[in-house]
């Protein structure tokens, strides 16, 4: 399998890799061309230089994957390394097809998302008011079992009350996600994720919701909520959690 074709298999499994191609060089270790890949499990594929430029490569791919930038770099003298970061497209779950939902799904397309969108009622959930994104007209408990959630997947959780919320964050928290995020008043908030830690969900976990949602630009209308929504979103997949919240100012657990 070539290296083309095993990048694009790693993609298609939702990992990140970082991919090291040599533009300029004069070691034959290394030649013009080479290229390797670095998985944030630490695992390697393809051209890698061994003895001194080892560990500098695969310390300029760790930092590269943790910050997720490309760069033109000097790697050692008469070596010069162009290193990206190649993401798994990302996917955004919306749980709740109401009105903030329609111009969330058109910004979050905009931006690179992969969109689907899951409500039980199906004279919101159509492809008339979402064109262009997976649309699925279910119960929620029921459809999100069935949904693969990984590492790539944003999930934003706007349903139109808190037996729904509920229904959706007891299904998504237990997995692994890159992004929860839930709306709703602090009285609703504060209701299900007291029924939540009831039901087992770790404390842990429920820290990594991010309520209340989106970045503060002081939105009222339902298209400047979204708007906050996907500025968010665009955050946490570039910035990384830990940095959005940063960004926002304040904790939100």
Same mark, same amino acid.
């Given at each position: 399998?070539?290296?083309?074709?095993?990048?694009?298999?790693?993609?298609?499994?939702?990992?990140?890799?970082?991919?090291?191609?040599?533009?300029?060089?004069?070691?034959?270790?290394?030649?013009?061309?080479?290229?390797?890949?670095?998985?944030?499990?630490?695992?390697?594929?393809?051209? %890698?230089? $061994?003895? @001194?430029?080892?560990?500098?490569?695969?310390?300029?791919? /760790?930092?590269?994957? *943790?910050?997720? =930038?490309?760069?033109?770099?000097?790697?050692?003298?008469?070596?010069?390394?162009?290193?990206?970061?190649?993401?798994?497209?990302?996917?955004?779950?919306?749980?709740?097809?109401?009105?903030?939902?329609?111009?969330?799904?058109?910004?979050?397309?905009?931006?690179?998302f992969s969109v689907t969108v899951?409500?039980d009622r199906p004279d919101f959930?159509?492809?008339?008011?979402?064109?262009?994104?997976?649309?699925?007209?279910?119960?929620?408990?029921?459809?999100?079992?069935?949904?693969?959630?990984?590492?790539?997947?944003?999930?934003?959780?706007?349903?139109?009350?808190?037996?729904?919320?509920?229904?959706?964050?007891?299904? %998504?928290? $237990?997995? @692994?996600?890159?992004?929860?995020?839930?709306?709703?008043? /602090?009285?609703?908030? *504060?209701?299900? =994720?007291?029924?939540?830690?009831?039901?087992?969900?770790?404390?842990?976990?429920?820290?990594?919701?991010?309520?209340?949602?989106?970045?503060?630009?002081?939105?009222?209308?339902?298209?400047?909520?979204?708007?906050?929504?996907?500025?968010?979103?665009?955050?946490?997949?570039?910035?990384?959690?830990?940095?959005?919240?940063?960004?926002?100012?304040?904790?939100?657990?």
């Amino acid at each position: 399998m070539s290296i083309a074709e095993h990048l694009k298999d790693l993609l298609d499994q939702g990992k990140t890799v970082c991919l090291v191609t040599a533009i300029q060089s004069d070691r034959s270790e290394f030649p013009p061309g080479a290229k390797a890949l670095f998985l944030s499990d630490g695992s390697t594929e393809g051209t %890698i230089p $061994p003895g @001194e430029l080892t560990e500098p490569l695969a310390q300029l791919a /760790r930092e590269a994957l *943790a910050c997720k =930038k490309k760069q033109l770099t000097e790697l050692a003298p008469g070596l010069q390394v162009f290193i990206d970061v190649l993401e798994p497209e990302a996917r955004l779950l919306i749980c709740g097809a109401g009105h903030i939902a329609v111009p969330l799904a058109l910004f979050a397309r905009e931006v690179g998302f992969s969109v689907t969108v899951l409500d039980d009622r199906p004279d919101f959930a159509n492809t008339f008011r979402f064109p262009g994104c997976e649309v699925l007209v279910e119960d929620f408990r029921p459809a999100l079992r069935r949904l693969p959630l990984g590492s790539d997947t944003y999930a934003v959780v706007i349903t139109r009350g808190h037996e729904h919320d509920f229904e959706c964050l007891s299904e %998504i928290l $237990p997995k @692994e996600t890159a992004y929860v995020g839930l709306i709703g008043s /602090r009285r609703r908030v *504060a209701f299900v =994720k007291l029924e939540l830690r009831k039901r087992g969900i770790p404390p842990p976990r429920l820290d990594l919701l991010y309520t209340p949602i989106g970045l503060p630009i002081g939105a009222e209308s339902p298209a400047e909520i979204a708007l906050c929504i996907a500025a968010e979103l665009v955050a946490a997949r570039r910035l990384g959690n830990v940095a959005t919240r940063g960004v926002r100012g304040e904790r939100r657990a």
